[in-house]
């Protein structure tokens, strides 16, 4: 992607305060003329809106239609009660998922599908990455997680305004998602939350560590999802709401402000406000195929419930007959019978070792059954179509990132946007390989733009069994997943790696 300015100084003072917000006493200023026309006040937010999907593979592969999915880390970005969920595939008392996804716009002319009407002159390249990595912890049909998405975005050939040398500008945008959720009537409706923390940095560095920023904003927001999942049903339902998020300024670095109480770098006006503005999403998913639709979770004592009681039988007529023969001990008396005693105590403590471990032995047992029958027990073959419908509200005089950078109104957000979603997700070569595909509607921020189509690919293989030095089950297999989302002017690679389920 190329973004230009002119002159470069200018360009880049706009670049260093993208993620500026400043709040300031209310007095009676200019406000935003109409497109086309400079920016000459602070009175304006930048719409952070992201209209492309932007998550793990599996996600980008589904079009960003997983809203009834809620099933692990890469579920949580779109719908927060995938903290709480519980797949049959790990039949313990409690259970934990890791995800690291990855993501790279290799084409992104117009990342903003803003139209690109803005612009002209020195260019400066900009690339752009995404990172999201993940942990959930689980206990029963409770859970709690922290996913946290990451964007950086890098503006080569910037000239530094004090030192007159080009440099690398970089920008930082991290979301914090931190969530908990439970599941109620074991696991069928999952209700799932949290805190959203937004952060925001730009420094400029010819090395990826910053001597210091010249930009930190910081801004909290909430989150909320539900799920609908009957078991043995081919159908879920699911809704999320992520509410409105503005980000507060922490550090002023370089700016100054004017009698009238605007915000200025130089003579870059700087916005008072960075919202993400609320989004909402529904969706619905429906199963075909031979594979068990929505399975509940069965935990390995369930299983082994009848055998366990068995053992919790012996061990109470145990502790009884220790109790007996040790009050028959005491009541005979003599001089060794505390002897007595302790050698009683001795070989009770012996039936109660053999007791706990064929406990261990059944529970052990119980597992390894739900175990294969999850992998190798039910058919593989199955084919999920995945619908969703998401949403953008409005932005009060609000203006796209690039009407921002050149300093030219180009508004952005005057009217909610609806993103219809479809998937489809089907295991092609049974425990081998999964493929997916899909298509979205992106919708358009700005009056100069129009709605663009995506088209969207994916797979995931299975590669090897490893334990990873015994801090995995014996069983546990390994797999990449990737995918490629494609529309006009856009394109981009996600890549992930994981367990097979």
């Known amino acids: 992607m190329k973004v230009t300015a002119n002159p470069p100084t200018q360009c ?67 719908n927060p009660s995938a903290v709480a969920y ?141 799920m609908l999942r009957p078991h043995n049903r081919r159908w879920t339902l699911g809704a999320s709401v992520f509410p409105k998020l503005t980000t507060g300024l922490r550090q002023r670095g370089r700016t100054t402000a004017t009698p009238e109480g605007d915000i200025v770098v130089g003579d870059v006006f700087l916005p008072r406000t960075t919202t993400i503005p609320t989004t909402g999403s529904v969706g619905f998913s429906y199963q075909l195929g031979p594979r068990p639709p929505n399975p509940p979770w069965v935990g390995d004592e369930k299983l082994a419930a009848p055998d366990l009681e068995r053992l919790d039988r012996r061990r109470d007529a145990a502790e009884r007959a220790e109790a007996r023969h040790i009050a028959e001990a005491r009541a005979r008396g003599g001089p060794d019978v505390e002897t007595e005693v302790r050698a009683i105590e001795e070989h009770y403590a012996q039936k109660y070792a053999t007791l706990k471990e064929e406990r261990k032995a059944l529970k052990r047992f119980a597992w390894e059954v739900l175990r294969k029958r999850y992998r190798w027990g039910w058919p593989r073959r199955y084919y999920l179509i995945t619908a969703d419908l998401w949403f953008n509200g409005r932005v009060d005089n609000g203006v796209g990132v690039e009407s921002f950078l050149f300093q030219t109104v180009q508004r952005s957000g005057e009217k909610v946007t609806v993103s219809p979603r479809l998937g489809f997700e089907a295991e092609v070569w049974p425990t081998r390989m999964k493929v997916r595909a899909g298509t979205y509607l992106e919708p358009t921020r700005f009056a100069q733009s129009s709605p663009r189509v995506h088209g969207t690919l994916g797979f995931d293989i299975s590669l ?38």
């Open 86 to 226: 519980r797949g049959p595939q790990w039949p313990e008392w409690y259970d934990y998922w890791l995800a690291l996804g990855f993501t790279y716009p290799f084409q992104s002319g117009d990342f903003y599908n803003s139209g690109r009407v803005l612009g002209s002159g020195e260019d400066v390249n900009e690339s752009t990455f995404f990172l999201i990595p993940g942990a959930y912890f689980q206990m029963w049909h409770a859970g709690i997680g922290l996913t946290i998405d990451s964007q950086f975005i890098n503006l080569e050939g910037v000239v530094n305004p004090e030192t007159m040398q080009r440099e690398t500008l970089r920008l930082r945008f991290t979301t914090f998602h931190i969530q908990g959720g439970y599941g109620f009537f074991k696991g069928q409706l999952i209700i799932g939350g949290g805190l959203r923390i937004f952060r925001q940095r730009a420094f400029l560095s010819t090395r990826r560590v910053s001597d210091g920023d010249e930009y930190h904003t910081l801004g909290l927001g909430a989150e909320v999802g539900v």
């Open 464 to 501: 090897f069994k490893w334990n990873v030095f015994g801090l995995w089950p014996r069983d546990y297999r390994w797999q990449i997943t990737a995918a490629l989302d494609l529309a006009r002017a856009y394109g981009s690679f996600s890549f992930g790696i994981g367990g097979w389920y």
């Open 12 to 78: 880049t003072l706009v670049l260093l305060s993208l993620v500026v917000v400043s709040w300031l006493p209310a007095q009676s200023r200019a406000q935003l003329g109409p497109d086309g026309t400079a920016i000459d006040s602070s009175d304006y937010t930048i719409d952070l809106t992201r209209g492309v999907v932007v998550s793990t593979s599996r996600v980008v592969g589904l079009s960003g239609a997983a809203t009834s999915l809620a099933q692990g880390v890469e579920g949580g970005l779109q």
